[in-house]
């Protein structure tokens, strides 16, 4: 039997008067790749940043990765997003950094590897999602919008995360 890796429950949100979720149900098995598709503006990026912590919705419960988002020490928090990438709508790079510092950034902030082998591995996702070597030393303003997404994914793959958002 399959394990259920996210669980959305009677989701609802507000924002002001536009209600954006009215109860949603859904559940993403172990190994499964899920989809969700909808008009603009229809509450599918909003539903994203609810699973991964970055607004509460208004009501409802998520469950990630076997646990309850609402009832979450700081810990627990912190460790549960080290457990999954995200590749964000509009790449949200930073844009002070080049392209090899924005993959290392979760490396750095969250692993105690040797420098040399945090470089190996950015070198590793560099190439993985398609992208000329030469890249790593350029920065966000200096990359192409293909280009950005492929940053962003390598990103999002850089701490070998168990789950992967992609919006
Ligand atoms: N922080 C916020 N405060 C208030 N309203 C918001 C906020 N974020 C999103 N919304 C509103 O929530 C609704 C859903 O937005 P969302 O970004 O989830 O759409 P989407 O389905 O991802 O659309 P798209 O396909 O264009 O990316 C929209 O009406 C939007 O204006
Ligand atoms: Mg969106």
């Not at 509460?56 to 700081?74: A, F, K, R």
């Not at 966000?140 to 999002?156: E, F, I, N, W």
């Amino acid at each position: 039997m399959s394990r259920v890796i996210i669980e959305v429950k009677d989701v609802v949100t507000q924002f002001g008067n536009n209600v954006v979720h009215d109860k949603v149900n859904l559940s993403v098995n172990e190994g499964e790749i899920f989809g969700l598709l909808g008009g603009s503006g229809s509450g599918k990026s909003v539903l994203l940043k609810e699973m991964i912590m970055l607004i509460p919705p208004t009501s409802g419960e998520i469950t990630v990765l076997g646990q309850n988002l609402s009832s979450l020490s700081l810990e627990q928090e912190q460790t549960l997003r080290t457990r999954w990438g995200v590749l964000f709508q509009s790449g949200a790079l930073f844009s002070s950094l080049s392209v090899a510092e924005n993959i290392g950034v979760a490396l750095r902030e969250y692993t105690n590897l040797e420098e040399d082998l945090i470089e190996d591995l950015i070198s590793l996702k560099i190439d993985l999602v398609g992208l000329p070597s030469r890249a790593a030393t350029l920065y966000p303003a200096q990359l192409s919008g293909g280009m950005k997404k492929r940053v962003a994914l390598a990103r999002a793959l850089a701490m070998e995360p168990k789950l992967l958002f992609l919006d």
